[in-house]
Nanobody, 125 residues
Framework: QLQLVESGGGLVQPGQSLTLSCTAS????????FAWFRQAPGKDRVGIACINNMGGYTNPQDPVKGRFTITRDNDKNTVYLKIDELKPEDTGIYYC??????????????????WGQGTRVTVAS
């Protein structure tokens, strides 16, 4: 079973960019889908982006139109989430989640069974 550790959070100013990392241990990440979720203060945890086990499919599929880009480096056993043009409403705890699967498509709902402890992001001037 994988263990996931998120890092890269902190206090950032609106408009800046930030890259979060999710480093896995306990095995290779290649057969796993991954997703990032955010839990804003007082709100439910929501899915932001996912990437499939081969890295050939992501949701959202067009990062140019959005502010969130998920990538993975299987050699480093790490998954990343880059957030551009940060807004105060991006404040929250960001969680990385994984699912060992042979499926092609990933999703951003709650089908993941392996979770990290989260990293806190605060966007404020």
């Amino acid at each position: 079973q994988l263990q996931l550790v998120e890092s890269g959070g902190g206090l950032v100013q609106p408009g800046q960019s930030l890259t979060l990392s999710c480093t896995a241990s306990g095995g290779p990440i290649r057969p796993w889908h991954f997703a990032w979720f955010r839990q804003a203060p007082g709100k439910d945890r929501v899915g932001i982006a996912c990437i499939n086990n081969m890295g050939g499919y992501t949701n959202p599929q067009d990062p140019v139109k959005g502010r969130f880009t998920i990538t993975r480096d299987n050699d480093k056993n790490t998954v990343y989430l880059k957030i551009d043009e940060l807004k105060p409403e991006d404040t929250g705890i960001y969680y990385c989640a994984g699912l060992h699967t042979a499926a092609y498509y990933c999703g951003i709902s709650g089908q993941y069974n392996t979770w990290g402890q989260g990293t806190r992001v605060t966007v404020a001037s």
